[in-house]
């Protein structure tokens, strides 16, 4: 198998409400909920980097249509990280966050490795990860 990766799909509980923290909060460009008319098809496609989109999806929708019933949600099963190009944009990155609305559970601190990052939440749990990594710099 070829890694490719071109979606990642995030679970919500509440659509709209994802998509006013993600567009409105963050400035994530998308171009809204589409696929209302269809049962279990309303969506929010966020265009991040060429080749990869990120898409919020019904919690309900996803157990529809993978047969697979909810269960609890854990926000430590993974994480999203977002590189940026300095500590200052970090800093910036996470007040951001705080302003849209999402829970600060680790403020922007310097790594054990040598790098700087910060952990948010957004309003369905997942966990972002801001960092800044000096052997990624270019």
Known sequence: MKPRITVITIGVNDLEAALRFYRDGLGFPTEGIIGEELEHGAVVFIQMQPGLRLALWPRKSISHDTGVAPGPVSPT???LGHNVDSREEVDAV??????AGATIVKPAHDTFW???SGYFQDPDGHLWEVVWNPQWSG
């Open 114 to 116: 040598g790098g700087y």
């Open 77 to 79: 099963e993974m994480t």
């Open 94 to 99: 996470m007040t951001k966050a705080g302003a």
